[in-house]
C-alpha cells in the first residue's frame, strides 16, 4: 500500500450507522479525491463488514494517520447526490440531529443505498431501418417477421410490443439480424398532450392566478371543502408547470395514492406519471429515482418517501392532505415529508401547494400569520352540494352492534332510494374487548401490559381470535375463563367485522363490504371492492381508510359511530385529528348529483366539539382550537421534542433518560431563552411489544435554543454507558406523543 501519497485528499464518509461523525478512509487504491468527489459513493470495509459511503467531505489537511484502511470501490463516476438534494439533506441531518449517514440511508432508495449503479431508465423503441421499409415485401406475407414489420412501420416502444404482440422478441431478433429493423432510445417526452379539464369555476381560477403570478418560494395553502376542485387546481398548475419545461412533484397520503387518482393525472397530464408508493419493487423505486435525477421522469407522484426524489428542473412541488399524519415517519428518521417539502422548496426557490380540506393546524398558522398565502374554495364544484349534517341522540336507546334503530330506518331509505351507504367505525375487529361475565377478567396482550397499565386485546374472526393492534400478537380465544373457569366469556363493545356481521343480515339484499386494514391487506384490493360495488346500492364499513381517497359518486349517506372515545382523549392534537375525520367522511357524501346526509352517533350530543363542527364548520373549530393552543403554550405555539428510550426492563430507558435530563440542564445553564423539560416518565403506552418505554419530553417557544441545546447534548448521549441497554432516538416535533 502507497503510505507516501502527499495530502492525496482523504475521504470523509457518511456510513449508515448510529454514530454522530463522519469515518475517514484513503481514496481506493489507485485513484484519489477532490471536492468533486463529494456526493459520490464508495464501497468501504468497516470491521469484518463491508459498508456502502457516501463522500461527504475531502480532508486535505491532516496527514493520514497510521492504519486509515483503503476504500474498496468507487460506486459511481459522477456524484450521485449533489446541488440542491444534497444540501437539503444535510439540513436535514442537523434538523434531526441524526448522523448524515443514516439520514442518507433514508433517502436513497434501498438498491441505491445497497451499492446497486443507478439503474438504465432508457425507453428503447424498435423501428425499421430503410432497408426494412424498402424490403418488408420480401417478407412472406401473414409470417411472424411480416407481422412484425408492418407493426413497427412506426417505431413503438418496448412496453406497447409487450402488450400488443405477443412474442415480438424472437421475430425482432430475426428481422435485426437482417437488418431490417433496429432498437433505438426513446428521448422521455417532457411535454404531452394535455387534455382539456373543466372550465374552472371563479374560485379555482383565482387561485390558478394566484399561482401563476408566484415568481420563485412561496408556500400557499390551498384550503378548500371536499369536493370544491383542489385536484383540478393542482392538475392545472402541473400544466403550467410542465410548460415552463420543469418537473413537478406531487405527495399524497398512503392511502390516496390509488390507482383512480393515477389514472386521472394520466389522462388530463399526457405524460408518463412516475409512481411510487410502498408496494413498488426496490427495482421500480430505483428506477423512478434514476429518471428524475436524469430529468426524465417530469410528474412524480408518491407517498411519504417521494419527498426525497431529486429534482434538478423542479417548477412544483404539490401535498395533498397536507393535514395527513402519515407524512410524519415514526420511526429511524423521523421526517416530516411536507415540512422537508418546504424546506426543499425554499432551497429550489419553487413554489410549495399544501391543499387539504381540513388544514393542519401549523398550517393554518402559518396562513393567518402571512408565512403562507392562504386560498379559499368554498363551493363544492360543479353541481354537488355540501351534505346535511345531523347529529343522533342515541342516550338510552336500544343498539345493536352499536347501531340504533334511527340509524338503521335511515340506511333502509337511503338504500331504497337507490344509493349508497357508508358506515364509519374508528375500530377493525369484532369488539376492543374480551370480558368474563362471571370475574371481570379481560384478555390482555402479554407483550403490551403492565399491571398499572392492561392493553386490551381486539376480537377478531366473529370471536375467534385474539389480536393485539399495537404489537401483532395472536391467539385463540381461550375456551373458558383463565381466571374462574366460567364460560361466560363475551366480546364487548363494536369493531368493523361486528357491524359488517349485523349489516349483512339486516340488509341480506345489497352487498356489505368491509374495508379496513385487516380486510384489504393487498395494494389492490380496495379498488377491487370498489369495482365489485359499482353503482349499485350497497353498504360500506370500514375505517379511516374509508374516509379518503376514493370518489364514489352514488354514496348518499355517511354514518359516523362510535366516536365518543376520541371526544376525551387526553392528546392534545387528539381533537383536531376528530375534527378532520368527522369533516373527511362526511365530505365521502353526495359528491356528484345526488345530495348527501351524514349521521353522527353519539352518546354526547351537546359536546361543544361535535356542536361548533356541525354549526361552524372545520374552521371556526380550528379558530377555537388555536385559542386554546395559544393559552396552553401547545404547537403551534411551542415547539416539542421527544425523547424516547425502550429497553427489555423497565429500569435502563428511564436511567438513560435521566442521564439525558441532566447532560440538557448543564446545557442550559449558558443559555439565553427558556427551554422546559418534562419527566423522564414512562410513556403513556408504558410497554409495547415486550419493551418498556420512556420519554422526556422538551418544549421551547422558539426554535433557536431547543435546536441549539440538542446538538450540544445529543452527540454525546451516544458515549453513554447508559446508552448500551436501550435503544434511544430523537422526534423533532412528535405528532404521536406515545
Ligand atoms: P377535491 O380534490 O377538492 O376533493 P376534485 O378536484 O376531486 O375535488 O373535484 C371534485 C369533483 O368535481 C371531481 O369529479 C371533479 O372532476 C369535479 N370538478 C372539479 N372542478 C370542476 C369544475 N370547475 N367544473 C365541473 N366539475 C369540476
Ligand atoms: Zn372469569
Ligand atoms: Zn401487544
Redesign the pocket.
Known amino acids: 500500500m502507497d503510505s507516501h501519497r502527499t495530502s492525496p485528499g482523504l475521504l470523509q464518509l457518511a456510513l449508515p450507522l448510529p454514530l454522530p461523525r463522519l469515518f475517514d478512509y484513503r481514496p481506493p487504491a489507485g485513484s484519489s479525491a477532490c471536492t468533486g468527489d463529494i456526493g459520490r459513493r464508495v464501497k468501504v470495509p468497516f470491521g469484518k463488514r463491508e459498508l456502502v459511503g457516501v463522500v461527504a467531505a475531502i480532508n486535505t489537511e491532516q496527514a493520514p494517520v497510521p492504519g486509515l484502511r483503503d476504500a474498496l470501490a468507487w460506486l459511481d463516476e459522477a456524484p450521485l447526490l449533489s446541488g440542491e438534494l444534497w444540501g437539503s439533506l444535510h439540513w436535514l441531518a442537523r434538523y434531526t440531529h441524526a448522523p448524515l449517514g443514516e439520514v442518507l440511508a433514508t433517502a436513497l432508495p434501498s438498491l441505491l443505498r445497497h451499492g446497486e449503479p443507478l439503474p438504465d431508465t432508457t425507453t428503447w423503441a424498435w423501428q425499421l431501418t430503410a432497408a426494412g421499409r424498402a424490403s418488408m415485401e420480401t417478407l412472406r406475407t401473414g409470417s411472424r417477421p411480416r407481422q412484425l414489420a408492418e407493426f413497427l412501420t412506426t417505431p413503438r416502444d418496448e412496453d406497447t410490443l409487450a402488450h400488443r404482440f405477443e412474442g415480438w422478441r424472437t421475430p425482432a431478433r430475426a428481422l435485426m439480424k437482417r437488418g431490417l429493423a433496429e432498437r433505438i432510445a426513446l428521448p422521455a417526452p417532457r411535454n404531452g398532450d394535455l387534455a382539456e379539464g373543466?372550465?374552472?369555476?371563479p374560485e379555482?381560477s383565482a387561485a390558478i392566478t394566484a399561482l401563476r403570478e408566484i415568481n420563485g418560494f412561496a408556500t400557499v395553502l390551498l384550503d378548500?371543502i371536499?369536493?370544491?376542485?383542489?385536484?383540478?387546481v393542482y392538475l392545472q398548475a402541473i400544466a403550467d408547470c410542465l410548460k415552463r419545461g420543469r418537473q413537478a412533484l406531487v405527495l399524497v397520503p398512503e392511502i390516496g395514492l390509488t390507482p383512480q387518482t393515477l389514472a386521472r393525472f394520466r389522462a388530463r397530464l399526457g405524460v408518463p406519471i412516475h409512481a411510487l408508493h410502498s408496494s413498488l419493487s426496490d427495482t421500480a423505486r430505483a428506477r423512478v429515482w434514476a429518471a428524475a435525477q436524469r430529468g426524465q421522469a417530469r410528474v412524480i407522484v408518491g407517498t411519504r418517501s417521494a419527498v426525497f426524489t431529486p429534482l434538478p428542473e423542479a417548477g412544483l412541488i404539490v401535498i395533498d392532505e397536507e393535514h395527513d399524519t402519515s407524512y410524519k415517519q415514526q420511526d429511524g428518521i423521523r421526517y416530516h415529508a411536507r415540512d422537508f417539502a418546504l424546506v426543499r422548496g425554499k432551497a429550489l426557490d419553487i413554489p410549495v401547494l399544501l391543499g387539504s380540506?381540513t388544514p393542519s393546524l401549523e398550517s393554518l398558522h402559518n396562513a393567518n400569520t402571512g408565512r403562507y398565502q392562504h386560498l379559499r374554495?368554498h363551493q363544492r364544484?360543479?353541481s354537488?352540494t355540501p351534505p346535511e349534517v345531523r347529529i343522533l341522540d342515541i342516550r338510552k336507546r336500544p343498539l345493536d352492534a352499536g347501531l340504533s334503530p334511527e340509524l338503521m330506518a335511515a340506511i333502509r331509505a337511503a338504500l331504497d332510494a337507490g344509493g349508497q351507504v357508508l358506515v364509519f367505525k374508528n375500530r377493525r375487529g369484532y369488539a376492543p374487548v374480551l370480558l368474563c361475565h362471571d370475574c371481570g377478567w379481560s384478555a390482555h396482550c402479554p407483550r403490551c401490559s403492565t399491571p398499572e397499565h392492561p392493553s386490551p386485546m381486539t376480537v377478531h374472526s366473529a370471536g375467534r381470535r385474539l389480536q393485539c393492534h399495537h404489537c401483532g400478537y395472536r391467539q385463540p380465544v381461550p375456551p373458558a375463563c383463565p381466571d374462574c373457569a366460567s364460560l361466560a366469556l363475551e366480546p364487548q363493545g363494536n369493531g368493523t367485522e361486528r357491524i359488517e356481521e349485523l349489516l349483512t343480515t339486516r340488509f341480506a339484499d345489497v352487498p356489505v363490504l368491509r374495508i379496513d386494514r385487516s380486510s384489504t391487506r393487498r395494494k389492490d384490493a380496495l379498488e377491487q371492492h370498489f369495482a365489485a360495488l359499482g353503482e349499485r346500492p350497497g353498504i360500506l364499513v370500514g375505517t379511516q381508510m374509508l374516509a379518503k381517497g376514493h370518489?364514489l359518486p352514488n354514496l348518499t349517506l355517511a354514518c359516523v359511530v362510535g366516536i365518543d372515545e376520541g371526544l376525551f382523549s387526553a392528546d392534545f392534537r387528539s381533537r383536531e385529528k376528530l375534527a378532520q375525520l368527522l369533516i373527511q367522511v362526511a365530505g365521502r357524501a353526495g359528491?356528484a348529483e345526488r345530495a348527501g346526509k351524514v349521521l353522527l352517533q353519539t352518546h354526547h350530543p351537546d359536546h361543544p366539539l361535535l356542536l361548533t363542527l356541525i354549526d361552524g364548520g372545520y374552521h371556526v373549530f380550528a379558530a377555537e382550537e388555536l385559542r386554546e393552543r395559544a393559552a396552553a403554550s401547545f404547537p403551534p405555539f411551542t415547539h416539542l421534542a421527544l425523547l424516547r428510550a425502550q429497553g427489555p426492563h423497565a429500569e435502563p430507558p428511564m436511567r438513560f433518560l435521566t442521564a439525558a435530563r441532566e447532560h440538557l440542564r448543564t446545557a442550559l445553564q449558558n443559555m439565553r431563552g427558556p427551554l422546559h423539560l418534562h419527566g423522564p416518565a414512562p410513556a403513556p403506552m408504558p410497554k409495547r411489544a415486550g419493551l418498556y418505554r420512556a420519554q422526556l419530553l422538551l418544549d421551547a417557544p422558539r426554535r433557536g435554543p431547543l435546536h441549539i441545546a440538542l446538538a450540544q447534548v445529543i452527540p454525546a448521549l451516544h458515549a453513554l454507558p447508559e446508552a448500551r441497554r436501550v435503544r434511544w432516538s430523537l422526534d423533532i416535533d412528535p405528532v404521536d406523543l406515545y
Request: charged share 20%; proline share 5%; net charge neutral.
Open positions: 373543466p372550465i374552472l369555476n379555482q378548500g371536499t369536493g370544491s376542485g383542489k385536484t383540478e380540506a374554495l364544484a360543479g354537488a370518489d359528491r
